[in-house]
Structures are given as C-alpha cells and as structure tokens.
C-alpha cells in the first residue's frame, strides 16, 4: 500500500486521523532529512579512509608509511558505520531475509515488523547509552591510542552518537506500523 492510498483511505475514515497521519509524514520527512545530512559525516570518514589508505600504500614505495594508519582507520570505519545507520535505516537498505514473513497474512506481517522494530528501538537505545558511560569513562581516564596518542572518547561519542541519531528513524517505523504502514 503506497502512501498516497493510505493517505485516501484515512481521510475517508477520519480527519482527525488523517491530520495525524499527515503530521508523522512530515516529521517523518525531517527525520529522514536530517539521516541524510548525518550520511555526509560518513561519506567523509571513508573518504579519509580511501585518502589515509592510498597514502600510506604510494608512500611505502619510498619506504615510508604513514604513523599510525591502520589506528586512524579503525578510529574512521567506526564512524563511517555509525553514521551511515540513520541514512540507512530510512533507505531500507539492511539486508533482510524476510521470505518467510512475506508468506504471513498483513496483519501478522505488521506485528513481526513491530516486534522487529521494537527490538532494534531498545537494543540501539542501549548501544547508545553504554556508549556514552564507555566514552565517558575513557574521557575520564585519559585513555588514548597506543601510536597516535590520540584521545579514544571522541569516536565512542560518535558512535554513541550514530546509534542515539538511529532511534528516531526506528521510532518513527514503529509509530507508522502501528498505524498499519507495511516497511517494506
């Protein structure tokens, strides 16, 4: 059921419930702005990547590496991969091994797609909450990289930061289900 139909189909029943519906798209339309926006910070840590990468491979034609590269890689994938969540999850683009709820009726298919939801809601909630206390206790401790010397914390932060920047999207996916919206 495509948007358009749900859109129809709860005018007709309700106004009230048709304003509602309105107002989750729009906010649902912000969230997925902001995911976007969140995606470049991840675009640019692999870019870096690629750069750090290449560096250190032509420089070591000379016999010279870059210090502390497969650190500042490890520092950059995680970022990469925490702040490409968000944009992710609007894209539906994790993969899904969902042939066998697709043979489930639509209502048993929505309760799957809520449990889901509900589960990957709590699980990124707390993912983001550890990360914070873990990111705080290494800024407390001043625990740093063992080449760089580089502060640890700030890339805990990020993480913690892409997990907590994801639970909007999947509140969001949670509130459209209960309203009946297939994710697809």
Not at 63 to 83: D, K, Q
Not at 154 to 171: I, R, T
Request: net charge positive; proline share 4%.
């Amino acid at each position: 059921m495509c948007a358009t139909q749900i859109l129809d189909f709860y005018e007709a029943v309700n106004p009230i419930r048709f304003l509602l519906m309105i107002s989750l798209l729009r906010i649902n339309q912000y969230i997925s702005k902001a995911a976007a926006g969140i995606n470049w910070i991840a675009a640019a840590a692999v870019f870096l990547m690629m750069v750090v990468t290449t560096g250190d491979v032509l420089l070591r034609f000379f016999r010279i590496s870059i210090p502390g590269a497969y650190e500042t890689i490890g520092f950059l994938s995680a970022l990469a991969i925490a702040f490409a969540l968000p944009y992710t999850a609007v894209e539906k683009g994790h993969i899904a091994v969902d042939f066998l709820v697709q043979r489930f009726s639509r209502p048993a298919r929505i309760v799957v797609n809520i449990i889901n939801s509900l589960f990957a809601l709590g699980l990124f909630s707390i993912i983001a909450w550890k990360s914070f206390q873990y990111g705080a206790t290494l800024k407390a401790t001043g625990s740093v990289s063992a080449t760089l010397e580089m502060p640890i914390y700030p890339f805990v932060y990020g993480v913690a930061a892409g997990c907590l920047l994801l639970c909007p999207v999947l509140f969001m996916e949670l509130l459209l289900q209960f309203k009946g919206v297939e994710s697809e």
